[in-house]
């Protein structure tokens, strides 16, 4: 079974994020709660049943990016970019590649852009 690549970073370096195991693909579903509630997708809260498989992430590891997290953090990737690049990854596993390159759009758009497409108005500039 092939994996999901996260694409090039600034330096053109492709990762390639393995399938997760079976105890990972549980906390990934609930990854992919959690963030539909953070990225106001579903209104919260996170149910506690999804909260408990939440806590037995552990610490300084993320179960949609497996060892390519590691990668990324050894690379000195920006912690933003690993955000983006985790939330790709568990909406990639949860709901398909589809859905998670709809919710990397919205996720590297930038801000300015995207206000100005919906017709807001972008914060003013300092001088």
């Known amino acids: 079974m092939g994996g999901a690549s996260a694409g090039p970073d600034a330096r053109g370096r492709t990762y390639k994020v393995q399938p997760p195991s079976v105890e990972a693909a549980a906390q990934v579903l609930a990854a992919a709660v959690r963030g539909e509630v ?13 909260e408990s498989i939440l806590r037995t992430i ?8 497996g060892s390519v997290y590691d990668e990324l953090i050894a690379d000195g990737v920006h912690e933003v970019t690993v955000d983006r690049m985790a ?6 596993w949860a709901r398909g590649k589809p859905y998670a390159d709809k919710i990397a ?6 801000r300015e852009l995207a206000e100005a497409e919906e017709g807001g108005e972008s914060a003013p500039k300092g001088s």
């Open 87 to 92: 939330y790709y990854a568990v909406f990639y």
């Open 58 to 65: 552990k610490p300084g590891t993320h179960p949609a990016l």
């Open 38 to 50: 953070n990225l106001g997708i579903h209104e919260g809260p996170i149910p506690e049943e999804v």
């Open 105 to 110: 759009t919205v996720l590297w758009t930038p």
